[in-house]
Nanobody, 121 residues
Framework: QVQLVESGGGLVQAGGSLRLSCVVSGSIFSINVMGWYRQAPGNQRELVTSITRDGITSYADSVKGRFAISRDNAKNTVYLQMNSLKPEDTAVYYC???????????????WGQGTQVTVSS
């Protein structure tokens, strides 16, 4: 069993900041990629940012320069620092990891339950 627990969402005014956290627990052997997706009402889920175990990051063009992803491998935790938030950043944010469970030979995808981020204008 693998669990992803997100925290840090909420309501913020445009221009403000929020920090999301996602803790991975359970029968994990190793975590490869960690990332954040988001889904706004009526839209498809989209990749916001990701980070490899070695710290290589990628960002959607819409958040470059405003968002920063980081991870703590010792704590199996990934963070998303969101600055200069805009109303269009409003969405449910989902934590995603690609990981290898103990006693498994294949990488699998795991998702958090989602945390709401609302940016008011």
């Amino acid at each position: 069993q693998v669990q992803l627990v997100e925290s840090g969402g909420g309501l913020v005014q445009a221009g403000g900041s929020l920090r999301l956290s996602c803790v991975v627990s359970g029968s994990i052997f190793s975590i490869n990629v960690m990332g954040w997706y988001r889904q706004a009402p009526g839209n498809q889920r989209e990749l916001v940012t990701s980070i490899t175990r070695d710290g290589i990051t990628s960002y959607a063009d819409s958040v470059k320069g405003r968002f920063a992803i980081s991870r703590d491998n010792a704590k199996n935790t990934v963070y998303l620092q969101m600055n200069s938030l805009k109303p269009e950043d409003t969405a449910v944010y989902y934590c995603h990891v690609r990981a290898l469970r103990r006693f498994s030979s294949t990488m699998d995808d795991y998702w958090g339950q989602g945390t709401q981020v609302t940016v008011s204008s």
